[in-house]
């Protein structure tokens, strides 16, 4: 109840679609990423932003994540770098010394990446192997 509140009060609708996809993955704005085998993937669309969130064959609890596309990100990336990867930096975000996922930024744009997947540890890493915010993902995202 109080998060479909919360998802009025933000504008978004609670009734999440299935996320349009393409040459295996979906645009995240800032970046493209990449589907895992068997991925699911459904966006909320807000007046200025999209939150994306995915989830395994195992339904939403099943290595459930998401991320936020926008300007205007909840969190702020105030926790050490993870990585910088094609002009664009991944920091830690902290929230009262407790991680809240990963924030990447480059300009104006920025991805919040948060979820069950993320434990706030250097292992991470590997989690950004399917994340491309290179010219090339920036060409995928043009074809949506």
């Not at 195992?58 to 969190?75: E, F, L, M, T």
């Not at 094609?86 to 979820?115: C, I, M, P, S, T």
Request: with cysteine; charged share 25%.
């Amino acid at each position: 109840m109080l998060f479909a509140l919360l998802l009025a009060l933000a504008g978004i609708d609670e009734a999440s679609v299935p996320a349009p996809s393409h040459d295996g993955g979906v645009c995240a704005g800032l970046s493209w990423i990449k589907l895992a085998p068997d991925e699911k993937v459904y966006v909320e669309q807000g007046p200025d932003f999209v939150v994306l969130r995915f989830e395994g064959k195992g339904g939403p609890r099943d290595h459930w994540w998401g991320v936020y596309s926008g300007n205007s990100a909840q969190v702020g990336g105030n926790g050490p770098l993870l990585l910088k990867r094609d002009g664009v930096a991944v920091h830690r975000a902290l929230e009262d010394g407790k991680f809240r996922g990963y924030l990447a930024e480059k300009g104006g744009w920025q991805n919040h990446f948060f979820g069950s997947v993320f434990d706030g540890t250097d292992a991470d890493k590997r989690f950004f192997d399917r994340v491309d915010f290179s010219p090339t993902g920036r060409a995928l995202c043009a074809k949506d």
